[in-house]
């Protein structure tokens, strides 16, 4: 029960942390980027608190699908946002090598980015916090009082997931500057991806959209999705070891639209 408890809060904390360390590094030369992210994250904190809390009463709303809505607005508005941040981010990294010189005063658009992001930030923080805070309540409902090995467990569990997104932050902030936008573009599609894999898979558990629901391919016997590495997969690229054939459509449209949108908003080269 103690392992148990500290692996459940290091997948919620992992997912939100690596979301978080991948948009810290995709925003590491933008001006204020770490007040704006800690808005976001402390929004969605703040947000997971009251939605926990709030819960039961969310979920007996429309028949009994208000957790449902909820989840799937959610997704949807977080798709909407780090979509939009996705496809503004190339004009945004040529504009910055024009006026370098300007980059501590961001324009509009800047900041119109890095709200977006936040938004999706908080959403998403929200999305695994409440499940954090409702598993941690759930489990002292049941045993009437917390021990101290049980509260060592959980926050072993906070701490190792903090960690490991800022490790991931970290690690691409090594990297050049060209390379730094490649990789964090490619991750953020792929999060985009992730978002809209996770939307088609509640639709269908609610029963909204029923089609395509056999198995793409099964791959829980070599890499289920409760070990560590499948979970830091699927923080990171949205790895599902049984996902249905609506998930892997919707991640692959997702991803192939932004990667189409954002080539054709490069600039063609010069001949």
């Known amino acids: 029960m103690l392992l148990g408890a500290g692996l459940i809060v290091f997948r919620e904390t992992l997912e939100a942390a690596l979301f978080v360390g991948i948009v810290a590094a995709a925003t590491a030369h933008r001006a204020g980027r770490t007040r704006w992210l800690c808005l976001g994250v402390l929004a969605g904190a ?5 939605l926990a809390a709030g819960m039961d009463r969310i979920a007996a709303r429309a028949d009994g699908l208000g957790q449902d809505l909820l989840a ?3 997704l949807t508005t977080a798709l909407i946002l780090l979509a939009w941040h996705t496809l503004q981010a190339p004009r945004l990294a040529r504009q910055a090598r024009i006026d370098a010189d300007r980059l501590g005063a961001p324009d509009a658009a800047r900041a119109g980015s890095m709200i ?15 499940e954090t805070v409702l598993f941690v309540a759930g489990t002292l409902t049941g045993s009437g009082t917390a021990s101290a090995d049980w509260l060592i467990s959980v926050a072993a569990g906070l701490v190792l997931g903090v960690f490991a ?3 991931l932050a970290r690690g691409l902030g090594r990297l050049s500057p060209r390379r730094l936008f490649a990789a964090t573009q490619a991750l953020l599609m792929l999060l985009a991806g ?10 269908h558990q609610a029963n909204w959209l029923t ?5 793409a391919w099964d791959a829980s016997g070599w890499l289920p999705n409760h070990v560590p590495l499948a979970i830091v997969l699927h923080g990171l690229i949205g790895y599902d070891a049984a996902p249905s ?8 449209v997702a991803v192939g639209l ?4 954002t080539g054709l908003s490069r600039p063609l080269p010069r001949s």
Do not use: F, I, K, M
Request: proline residues 2%; hydrophobic residues 60%; charged residues 10%.
């Open 245 to 252: 054939e609506l998930q892997l459509l919707a991640y692959l």
């Open 46 to 50: 703040l947000g997971s608190a009251l």
């Open 258 to 261: 932004l990667a189409t949108a």
């Open 116 to 130: 977006a992001l936040t938004g999706a930030v908080a959403l998403a923080v929200l999305r695994e916090g409440a």
């Open 165 to 167: 997104g800022w490790s």
């Open 194 to 203: 992730s978002l809209a894999s996770q939307l088609a898979r509640t639709l």
């Open 72 to 74: 799937v607005l959610l």
């Open 211 to 215: 089609v395509l629901a056999d198995p």
